[in-house]
């Protein structure tokens, strides 16, 4: 959970002078985005889509808070700082087994599966949750939020979209800036962030984007032929731009680079 996404598919390389690289074939993701960008969509693709609209429809928050609204005063909250550290409470609270079995259930890990993850947590000489498996450990903390929260009445459930928007913070682990306009991210991701990661309002991003824009625009011509990865490697060292307030604080020193 350092922020380094975990590539699938990398190959090693012997070259010819020595010494061994690592080949990344181009995933089939990066494929599936360039045919999406230029309005081709397969059929499997148009039939998963047709399939997530229908799922979207069928959502009702509502059953999540008839599940979750009858919780024990002593799991009362006021804020959504305060569910997340019941969350950490009820999961941490009873051991790690306990907190495993808990995971396991409430994120449908397939039955085949159990015995297999249980056998290599003894094997790993039963460790903390979070140590044994730390991203689930992060997927299981916003999930168990997402849901008592409407259970609590802190987040709405009259609208069935939060459901999945709630998703998108399964990326936050891998980013340094999340930025979002949605009403939920900007009450939830807060609660997730690293020491070196931050939330920015999208519209903020968006005019500074702009700004950004016209200032480089501006540059003269002898150093826009230079390419933009050279003049535009770092944001502007003058200037009052976000990104470079944002550099600030998570690049200490990059002024100087």
């Given at each position: ?48 889509a047709a399939l997530l ?17 009858p919780t024990p005063e ?184």
């Amino acid at each position: 959970m350092d922020g380094w996404i975990v590539l699938d598919g990398v190959q090693p390389v012997r070259q010819q002078a020595g010494g061994t690289m690592m080949f990344l074939p181009e995933p089939p993701e990066i494929e599936a985005l360039r045919r999406l960008a230029q309005g081709e969509f397969l059929d499997r693709e148009k039939e998963g889509a047709a399939l997530l609209r229908k799922f979207i429809a069928d959502v009702d928050l509502r059953q999540i808070r008839e599940i979750f609204e009858p919780t024990p005063e002593r799991y009362q909250a006021k804020n959504l700082n305060e569910v997340l550290a019941i969350v950490d409470k009820i999961l941490d609270g009873r051991g790690p087994y306990d907190a495993l079995r808990r995971a396991i259930d409430y994120l449908h890990i397939p039955k085949r599966y159990r015995p297999q993850i249980v056998r290599q947590w003894k094997l790993k000489g039963r460790p903390p949750f979070k140590d044994f498996a730390p991203y689930s450990h992060y997927v299981f903390r916003v999930e168990a939020c997402f849901d008592m929260a409407i259970g609590m009445g802190l987040v709405p459930a009259r609208d069935s979209k939060n459901f999945i928007d709630i998703m998108y913070a399964y990326y936050l682990p891998f980013c340094e800036v999340f930025a979002s306009t949605d009403k939920l991210h900007r009450q939830m991701i807060p609660l997730f962030l690293r020491d070196n990661q931050r939330f920015v309002w999208g519209t903020d991003i968006k005019s500074d984007a702009v700004k950004l824009r016209t200032y480089y625009e501006s540059l003269p011509a002898e150093v826009k032929n230079s390419g933009s990865l050279r003049y535009a490697s770092l944001p502007p060292k003058n200037g009052d731009f976000l990104v470079a307030k944002i550099f600030d604080e998570l690049h200490l020193g990059w002024r100087e680079w």
